[in-house]
């Protein structure tokens, strides 16, 4: 099945503790992109790959890392966790296709910092 | 960076056709127009996209406006199960360095 999957689904963390949620995709999409969603800001781009080893910054960058060592895997890491960071996590993937192609999202991760 | 503005909430009753608005006035000329829907609970889905003519898919219609500065998502019969909130975003090479933006949404309320 096609997908987009992401671990864990729930973490609660404390603060500065560093972590890494995985998210890995089986569609051999080249693009890839986190967002955060935190209530009446609906969903912001944090980091974006258009393929292997190409990584750019979204609107909220801070605070995050992202990696994009092999094409299925896109993992984002909070070196430094703060309690701003509690939010809900989605993971995306699709084909580049010049926008013609739409997304797959991911199941979602909650995180809480404590 | 191209951003699209939604109304906060709509309402409709079951079995009825909803008509969901988006405005998208700094649209690029081959920035595609994308509709998501997020259920509660859930993650983003897609439910359909466009570049210039009106599409038509199982979920839903696509209305493009002939400049391009709106459109509108379409279902046609409303069910309960379409309750979600509806994202118009757009995606394309000049829209701005491949950051796809979402709007805060629509919010829809379908009544029995």
């Known amino acids: 099945e096609a997908q987009v999957t992401q671990n864990p689904r729930y973490l609660i963390t404390v603060t500065g503790k560093k972590l890494t949620v995985t998210c890995s995709q089986n569609m051999n999409h080249e693009y890839m992109s986190w967002y955060r969603q935190d209530p009446g800001l609906g969903l912001r781009q944090i980091y974006y790959s258009m393929n292997v080893e190409v990584t750019d910054k979204g609107d909220v960058p801070e605070g995050y890392k992202v990696s994009r060592k092999e094409k299925r895997n896109f993992p984002l890491i909070l070196e430094s966790p703060s309690p701003n960071q509690t939010s809900l996590y989605f993971c995306a993937s699709s084909f580049l296709g010049q926008g013609s192609y739409g997304y797959t999202f991911g199941s979602g991760t909650r995180l809480t910092v404590v | ?112």
């Open chain 2, 1 to 112: 960076d191209a951003k699209t503005t939604q109304p906060n909430s709509m309402e409709s009753n079951e079995e009825e056709p909803v008509h969901l608005p988006c405005n998208h006035s700094t649209i690029s000329g081959t920035d595609y127009i994308h509709w998501y829907r997020q259920l509660p609970s859930q993650g983003p889905e897609y439910v359909i996209h466009g570049l210039t003519s009106n599409v038509n898919n199982r979920m839903a219609s696509l209305a493009i406006a002939e400049d391009r500065k709106s459109s509108t998502l379409i279902l046609h019969r409303a069910t309960l199960r379409d309750a979600a909130v509806y994202y118009c975003i757009l995606r394309g090479t000049t829209s701005g360095t491949y950051k796809y933006i979402f709007g805060t949404g629509t919010r829809l309320k379908v009544l029995a």
